[in-house]
């Protein structure tokens, strides 16, 4: 077995680490303090070309592999993670659908744009009443002549605000309220527009909304996939999300092991730095060792889903590990930092803050504990492999 990232990939990762050294950490407390993100930012994430990283060339993106894109969202979070569910979520949950169920006329007409960031996308699957029991959802889109018509309300929308973009699940048989749909919803759609606005705990500067839908008329050509097939994408969309939520736990417990590492080296206490006393240096060898299996899962998934192989539980066990250990492990930064971890003078509890979302979006743990469960229990040659 080989581990090691291609020379390709070197140079990508030095390239994302000085950019997000230079561009995206200095603000990031800002944005968190503001509860947004500064004038520009889009622009400059733009430049790097990191909103269609594994998009195909014909379709305006990089053209490049899964395993890089999780790990520019490794490196983006490691800088702010908020900036790294901005573009994990535009890319797993907005541009993945369209790419791979798409017709090639919503290709062409959405990727390369999508590609470049002019627009940015959004996912918006969850409601007020069904949150894990995507299947009791009740926002309905009725066909008439002139198109769907959709009312309901979705909720906790990443980049509700931003999006231009939104792939939408809505029930289309009122007979069968698990036959869903799937939809590209254009952001200037009458009839739409973005409720409330969440105040939350973390990730301040993403953006979690409401989208109301009152009448609004989507056209026929609006349908992404087949018809009553709604479920089955969103799952599916929702097996590559979780690579990239994965990717943005590991990118946390990166900044909190480095900034561990160096306030261990510099705090001094009974005059020496308490990085040599066992009980700190035993926390950052935990840290470390967590780190490396989180990424480890991490990056096996993403290869299974670069190579066309199946991956869902794969990217279960990487999201439950990955995201439970990084607030496990940020939580032990702040206690690293003693009381001044706690103030935010220091950049720990933001991180702290930021990590534990990563255990409820996407699939909470208990979501992907039934998923590796129920792989386990019907597929005996999966649970005897490595």
């Known amino acids: 077995m080989d581990f090691r990232l291609s020379d390709d990939q070197r140079q990508l990762q030095q390239a994302l680490r000085d950019f997000c050294d230079n561009e995206i950490a200095p603000h990031a407390a800002d944005r968190d303090a503001n509860g947004r993100f500064e004038e520009g930012l889009v622009e400059k994430l733009s430049e790097m070309g990191l909103f269609g990283l594994y998009v195909p060339e014909q379709y305006g993106g990089a053209g490049l592999d899964v395993v890089s894109y999780v790990m520019m969202v490794d490196e983006l979070s490691r800088a702010c993670g908020a900036t790294g569910i901005l573009v994990s979520a535009h890319h797993s949950l907005c541009v993945d659908p369209i790419l791979k169920f798409g017709n090639e006329t919503q290709k062409q007409h959405y990727l390369p744009k999508l590609s470049t960031g002019e627009w940015i996308g959004c996912f918006s699957l969850t409601e007020p009443g069904s949150g894990s029991d995507a299947g009791a959802a009740r926002c309905m889109a009725v066909l008439e002549d002139g198109g769907w018509r959709v009312n309901g309300t979705k909720c906790f929308v990443t980049n509700g605000n931003e999006a231009s973009v939104i792939v939408l699940f809505a029930v289309t048989d009122p007979d069968d309220k698990r036959r869903m749909s799937a939809f590209i919803v254009d952001r200037d759609t009458p009839g739409l527009r973005v409720g409330k606005v969440e ?188």
């Open 199 to 386: 105040k939350k705990m973390g990730i301040k500067a993403s953006s979690t909304t409401e989208l109301v839908f009152e009448d609004a008329l989507l056209p026929k050509e609006a349908l992404l996939g087949e018809r009553g097939k709604g479920l089955n994408i969103a799952l599916a969309t929702l097996d590559g999300g979780r690579l990239g939520v994965s990717a943005q736990a590991t990118g946390i417990c990166q900044a909190a092991l480095d900034a561990s590492v160096s306030y261990a080296n510099t705090r001094v206490q009974f005059n020496r730095p308490i990085a040599n006393f066992q009980a700190i240096q035993w926390k950052l060898a935990d840290i470390k060792t967590s780190l490396d299996a989180a990424r480890l899962l991490l990056y096996r998934g993403a290869w299974l889903k670069q190579n066309n192989r199946a991956f869902g539980p794969e990217a279960a066990m990487a999201k439950l590990f990955a995201s439970e250990m990084s607030s496990r492990v940020t939580t032990m930064a702040v206690q690293v930092y003693g009381g001044y971890g706690y103030c935010q003078d220091y950049p720990v509890e933001r991180y702290m803050r930021d990590a534990k979302i990563t255990e409820l979006y996407e699939g909470t743990s208990e979501i992907q504990r039934l998923v590796i469960a129920r792989k386990l229990l019907t597929d005996p040659a999966w649970a005897a492999r490595p």
